[in-house]
């Protein structure tokens, strides 16, 4: 029977309610020092024994009593005697009973019968490690509810302790379910999901200090969903199930923990991550995460975490915030805390932001991400240009060296983000593909340091000048050219309706996959279409949009569009043909701030590198024959 939500329920709210319900218990266990680090302490430890636990030389040199040298002085030199005054010590060396003091071997002067001359007096203690000087025994070393580093490790052998008692790594159970999903390694059929989200699940546990397990894949069964749930209650401390959470017809996790034991919360009011299930069986906690890759990983650091940390004893961990101006407007629906990730640059003196892909789905907006912005269930959004408050995934310093690129996809930008990240590993070059027209605007406005365009002016006959001319008429810009590639038709392998002519896709009523509003590749259609007297409404699928060359085909691998306009690396990572059509100039258009920073300087070096040119026109349809120049 289909499971609807039970309630729509704040966040902190549904936290509040959880965290009351459940409780992790503390075990104890005894570790050796030498493997316990990032553990957490579970009572205060003493030392045992004193380090060092003698008085020691702190300077190679000569081990004398202090009063012996009183009056030494450049005009008073002072001859000490091997047998009455001194003996020679090393670092670390016992000082000799009677001995009070040092003198490091760069300020004796060595005479003949090994005597040696002083030209000022010595200090009692002085260059001496006391008895005591780092770890004094029956002193604290680390109080309890500590998160063990390497130099605690280092005090606590010091200290005389070899073993140290410790909160036992709460158990976790990962039970991934869905028939349609498969191990990552195993052979992938239509319809099947590889299971790589309880790999990501589990290593979040670890690095929270969980010990996880995951459990082998269970099908959309309720029995065997119950019972795969039961089975883990007997060796864990918590249970998470990840998928079928939500309302479908198979979603079956709800009604397994409720016939085991209570479900406190079933969908919470954010996006991603709404439908979480939140519940206890056999007075331990079970999770229900949804199936969807970031809703999982969101739902897990809210809910999961928490519970953990405070297993543990320790606090929760709070990101950096940072003030940024939003590149684009963001959108949200009233009632509903949203999270949005966040790509961030350092643009003309400004932290500037830009929202990735927001599905719950798209596990490379985490990879890419730079940071949250999280939108209030009470508001509607943000717009452009308007300064808000992000968490940050990355040091404040990183985002200083990072290029934003905006506009029109290729990959010729992942060629260049990684020689970027070859030559200097601090920088990083993040893009957004928001379509040739959006990147200039970007450019122009401030809002990215560069965009990659191709927009071809039919009336002129040229790329990107015309646009940019007509948009920022007064702005100092430069455009440069990357390379020439070939547009074409990306068509099943074989090419099975004979594409040749773009009449072909209306006559023969082909479903067509196009690119964004804005893109050069869809103006470069809409120009094709006039010249053969065909309008939209003639091209079914005209109104499907894609974003990136890569997922235009995609959708014909797939089999849910049988022809995109594309280019020809993107045909060939699918195995797919490709019909050339025509030639285009695809260039960079760079701000004036960044064409004259040392970060251009560097994109250029690249750009006009003979093996960067080699690297590019592997791929094939490129031509780097005015790589770096100068259009305007």
């Not at 995951?214 to 099908?219: A, E, L, M, T």
């Not at 085991?260 to 996006?271: K, N, P, S």
């Not at 990215?448 to 001319?469: C, M, Q, S, W």
């Not at 690297?615 to 490129?622: F, I, L, P, R």
């Amino acid at each position: 029977m289909r499971k609807i939500y039970l309630s729509n329920t704040p966040r902190q709210e549904a936290l509040e309610k959880f965290l009351s319900g459940v409780e992790i218990p503390r075990r104890i266990e005894t570790e050796a020092v030498a493997k316990s680090l990032g553990r957490v302490t579970a009572e205060p430890v003493f030392a045992r024994l004193s380090m060092p636990g003698y008085h020691a030389a702190a300077m190679d040199g000569i081990a004398i009593r202090a009063e012996k040298t009183f009056g030494a002085s450049d005009q008073n030199p002072l001859v000490l005697d091997p047998v009455e005054d001194y003996c020679n010590i090393n670092t670390g060396g016992v000082l000799p009973a009677g001995f009070d003091a040092v003198i490091k071997i760069e300020e004796l002067q060595f005479l003949e019968d090994n005597r040696v001359e002083i030209l000022a007096p010595a200090t009692p203690w002085q260059h001496v490690r006391a008895v005591g000087e780092d770890v004094v025994a029956g002193e604290l070393i680390v109080p309890a509810r500590h998160r063990l580093r390497p130099p605690d490790l280092g005090a606590l052998l010091a200290g005389g302790i070899t073993t140290v008692r410790l909160l036992a790594k709460p158990k976790a159970a990962i039970i991934p379910s869905g028939s349609e999903i498969v191990d990552p390694g195993g052979e992938r059929g239509k319809g099947s999901v590889p299971d790589f989200n309880s790999t990501v699940i589990a290593a979040y546990l670890q690095e929270w200090g969980a010990e996880p397990s995951i459990h082998s894949i269970v099908p959309d069964d309720p029995d065997q969903i119950k019972e795969a749930i039961s089975a883990a209650l007997e060796i864990s401390d918590l249970v998470i199930i990840n998928a079928g959470s939500s309302a479908g017809e198979k979603d079956y996790t709800c009604t397994a923990i409720e016939d085991l034991g209570e479900v406190f919360i079933h969908g919470v009011a954010t996006r991603p991550g709404k439908p979480t299930i939140l519940g206890q069986a056999r007075n331990k906690p079970v999770i229900g995460l949804p199936g969807y890759p970031v809703s999982a990983y969101l739902s897990l650091e809210w809910f999961v975490q928490p519970l953990i940390f405070r297993c543990l004893g320790l606090p929760l961990p709070q990101r950096d915030k940072l003030p940024v101006i939003l590149g684009r407007r963001v959108v949200s629906e009233i009632g509903v805390e949203e999270f949005v990730r966040m790509t961030v640059g350092f643009v003309d003196g400004r932290y500037i932001a830009n929202p990735l892909t927001r599905g719950a789905g798209i596990t490379m907006s985490l990879v890419r991400a730079d940071g949250l912005l999280v939108i209030p269930a009470n508001l509607l959004g943000f717009e452009q240009d308007e300064t808000v408050e992000i968490e940050l995934y990355r040091p404040q310093s990183q985002l200083r060296c990072n290029l934003l690129a905006a506009g029109s996809h290729d990959l010729i930008i992942d060629l260049l983000a990684t020689a970027i990240k070859e030559r200097n590993p601090q920088m990083n070059l993040s893009s957004t593909h928001l379509g040739s027209m959006s990147g200039i605007t970007a450019v122009g406005r401030g809002q990215t340091h560069l965009a990659g365009v191709h927009l071809f002016d039919p009336e002129t006959k040229e790329y990107n000048r015309p646009y940019i001319r007509k948009l920022f008429p007064h702005k100092k810009l430069h455009l440069v050219n990357l390379t020439y590639r070939m547009q074409g038709w990306i068509v099943p392998a074989g090419n099975p309706d004979g594409i040749k002519m773009i009449g072909q896709l209306a006559d023969l009523k082909l479903s067509f996959i196009n690119r964004q509003k804005g893109a050069g590749t869809r103006l470069l259609f809409d120009h094709l279409l006039r010249e053969a007297g065909l309008s939209p409404d003639q091209i079914y699928g005209y109104a499907r949009e894609e974003y990136t060359h890569l997922n235009v085909a995609a959708a014909v691998a797939a089999g849910t569009a049988q022809v995109g306009l594309g280019i020809l690396p993107a045909a060939r990572a699918f195995d797919l043909d490709f019909i050339p059509l025509v030639e285009e100039r695809y260039d960079l258009l760079l701000s004036d701030s960044f064409y004259n920073s040392p970060a251009a300087k560097l994109l250029l070096e690249i750009i006009t590198d003979p093996t960067f040119h080699r690297q590019v026109e592997a791929m094939g349809g490129y031509s780097m024959r005015d790589a770096g120049q100068i259009i305007e």
